[in-house]
């Protein structure tokens, strides 16, 4: 009976310690899952602002392209003035 009340300690003890080792791994899974999350939580961050400098610039771009066509149109229009100038005269 006795051997029998020290084998249960032994086990009881062997469990407790398992159950401890389980509870230490489940600790660790829950710290790199949070790390993980906080990770894509940044990465998800990090996208909405390269979105947004996307799309600011390809306004730019587009606001740039304007100019240049404005601007390729007025020299196209003052080389016209000038040609019709120099044939008049």
């Given at each position: 009976m006795k051997t029998e009340i020290v084998q249960k300690d032994t086990d009881i003890?062997?469990?407790t310690r398992k159950v401890a080792d389980l509870n230490l791994v489940n600790?660790?899974?829950i710290k790199l899952i949070n790390?993980?999350?906080?990770?894509i939580a940044k990465l998800t961050?990090?996208?909405?602002?390269l979105r947004s400098n996307c799309k600011m610039?390809?306004?730019e771009s587009i606001q740039n392209a304007t100019k240049?066509?404005?601007a390729e149109s007025k020299i196209a229009?003052?080389?016209?003035?000038?040609?019709?100038f120099v044939a008049k005269h």
């Amino acid at each position: 009976m006795k051997t029998e009340i020290v084998q249960k300690d032994t086990d009881i003890d062997n469990l407790t310690r398992k159950v401890a080792d389980l509870n230490l791994v489940n600790e660790e899974r829950i710290k790199l899952i949070n790390d993980l999350e906080a990770q894509i939580a940044k990465l998800t961050s990090d996208i909405v602002i390269l979105r947004s400098n996307c799309k600011m610039i390809y306004a730019e771009s587009i606001q740039n392209a304007t100019k240049l066509h404005d601007a390729e149109s007025k020299i196209a229009d003052e080389k016209r003035k000038y040609n019709s100038f120099v044939a008049k005269h």
